[in-house]
T-cell receptor
Framework: DAGVIQSPRHEVTEMGQEVTLRCKPISGHDYLFWYRQTMMRGLELLIYFNNNVPIDDSGMPEDRFSAKMPNASFSTLKIQPSEPRDSAVYFC???????????FGDGTRLSIL | GEDVEQSLFLSVREGDSSVINCTYTDSSSTYLYWYKQEPGAGLQLLTYIFSNMDMKQDQRLTVLLNKKDKHLSLRIADTQTGDSAIYFCAANYGGSQGNLIFGKGTKLSVKP
């Protein structure tokens, strides 16, 4: 079975540029989560969706971050404009309904120069 | 706010048992999870336990839950070098699907 698929795996860009991270959840999972992992802060939940609707975006750091889920099989996390402090590993996870475990993708390692 | 705490490092010898401990603060947490992260990879679900259970065993893994003390542990029997990784404890906050609070992770080093 295909797991959660994220792209790109690595992204290096200059500050000020727009960055778009992509995620394909596991088929049949109706929850989708975006996390950010850094050494200093560990794993932080940024936003999560249920049935393509954003439920809680209180973890989104600021207005430069936005996330969309146009359909059940695709989500994006966009940073515009990007800053060096956004450098981190961004993970997408999905889960089926009913308090089931979250399954993580391999992450996107983002470096903003 | 709610929190999950773990020790940062654990070192064991190959063949020994490893015990990774975790404490959490939210008494309404209904599920508690253990994830494993290898370098450059995502978090892999190892096992999880429902809050009305005291123990769960899955091959070399044993999870113990002391709900009164809000203490969770993961025991890995016959630890192998391939078990070297970071292990994360997580609890669902407020009993909800989305609010999963993670600990900072315990880096397990297995020496041959």
């Amino acid at each position: 079975d295909a797991g959660v698929i994220q792209s790109p795996r690595h992204e290096v860009t200059e500050m000020g540029q727009e960055v778009t991270l992509r995620c394909k959840p596991i088929s049949g999972h109706d929850y989708l989560f975006w996390y950010r992992q850094t050494m200093m802060r560990g794993l932080e939940l940024l936003i999560y969706f249920n049935n393509n609707v954003p439920i809680d975006d209180s973890g989104m750091p600021e207005d430069r971050f936005s996330a969309k889920m146009p359909n059940a099989s695709f989500s994006t996390l966009k940073i515009q404009p990007s800053e060096p402090r956004d450098s981190a590993v961004y993970f997408c996870a999905s889960s089926p309904p009913g308090l089931q475990p979250q399954h993580f993708g391999d992450g996107t390692r983002l470096s903003i120069l | 706010g709610e929190d999950v705490e773990q020790s940062l490092f654990l070192s064991v010898r190959e063949g020994d048992s490893s015990v990774i401990n975790c404490t959490y603060t939210d008494s309404s947490s209904t599920y508690l999870y253990w994830y494993k992260q290898e370098p450059g990879a995502g978090l892999q679900l190892l096992t999880y336990i429902f809050s009305n259970m005291d123990m769960k065993q899955d091959q070399r893994l044993t999870v113990l839950l002391n709900k009164k003390d809000k203490h969770l542990s993961l025991r890995i029997a016959d630890t192998q070098t391939g078990d070297s990784a970071i292990y994360f404890c997580a609890a669902n906050y407020g009993g909800s699907q989305g609010n999963l609070i993670f600990g900072k992770g315990t880096k397990l080093s297995v020496k041959p």
